[in-house]
């Protein structure tokens, strides 16, 4: 069984900063690409952030310059510093792995969702 677990969220207010983490569990060799999805009442899923097995790096417009996504490949884990917050940033985030496992199987796999909410 392989899992994906964020934490990191909650309540700031408008101007603050938290950082999310997404830690793989299980039969984990490797994650080979990540990606942070938000999720907001009322709206489609979006990929706010994405980092491949390169450690390259995209992201939202909306996001640009305020949000920046990381890996720690040793502890098979994710990170999104999340600075300058905003009251539209208000939703639940998802982490969304593409990762292999200790018997070579390539699986993409989703967390189960970490509420940030920003006050203005």
């Known amino acids: 069984q392989v899992h994906l677990v964020e934490s990191g969220g909650g309540l700031v207010q408008a101007g603050g900063s938290l950082r999310l983490s997404c830690a793989a569990s299980?039969?984990?060799?490797?994650?080979?690409?990540c990606g942070w999805y938000r999720q907001a009442p009322g709206k489609q899923r979006e990929l706010v952030a994405a980092?491949?097995?390169?450690?390259?790096?995209r992201y939202a417009d909306s996001v640009k310059g305020r949000l920046t996504i990381s890996r720690d490949n040793a502890e098979n884990a994710a990170y999104l510093q999340m600075n300058s917050l905003k009251p539209e940033d208000t939703a639940v985030y998802y982490c969304?792995?593409?990762?292999?496992?200790?018997?070579?199987?390539?699986?993409?796999?989703w967390g189960q969702g970490t509420l940030v909410t920003v006050s203005s």
């Open positions: 299980g039969s984990v060799f490797s994650i080979n690409a």
């Open positions: 980092i491949t097995s390169g450690d390259s790096t």
């Open positions: 969304n792995a593409e990762l292999t496992t200790t018997r070579f199987r390539h699986l993409e796999i």
